[in-house]
């Protein structure tokens, strides 16, 4: 069974400029996470959606924004790059909302975003 | 904030010992716990859970503990193997969303 799946894995940016990131849960699951992993550090929750509702938001910019489709994918969006947006991107998904009790959030591998 | 910490960010153990990983977190209202495990270039990999109705749970070769009364979380590893070395995250949720300490970096010596 296919797990939690990002795309791109790697990519480079330019401040200023604008990237997406795409994720697909595992089958069955309706609720994914975005979370960011700065160098040395361990995730910080970015936003949770489940059922295609915004369900939680962490501490992060409006620069930051995110939806989820029909098919309960999901993108991450990210405007106005800065250095600081550098790191690893990590999508989680679990089967229902994650903030109840025993829902194991699942994470993809990750994309890792450089902004130069 | 949330604030979940780890006693020592890193640690080394002779391959086939017994390897103790703690955390410590911040959020008595917390009620579920995870551990994972990030190998270099790879998103964190679920080790084992545990629910604040628990004090011990055992998985193949791992074991973690929940003490409430402190709010400390341990991860036990038996039989340390090379495969083992890794940074292990604890991770609470107080009911809306996980919150994930900065890790400790687990050496294998062969």
Redesign the interface.
Known sequence: DAGVTQSPTHLIKTRGQHVTLRCSPISGHKSVSWYQQVLGQGPQFIFQYYEKEERGRGNFPDRFSARQFPNYSSELNVNALLLGDSALYLCASSLAFAGRTGNTIYFGEGSWLTVV | ?ES?GLHLPTLSVQEGDNSIINCAYSNSAS??F?W?KQESG?????II?I??NMDKRQGQRVTVLLNKTVKHLSLQIAATQPGDSAVY?C?E?P?????????TSLTVIP
């Open positions: 904030g979940v009620d579920y995870i994972y790879k998103g964190p990999q679920f859970d629910r604040s995250f991770a949720n009911g809306n969303q996980f919150y994930f300490g900065t890790g």
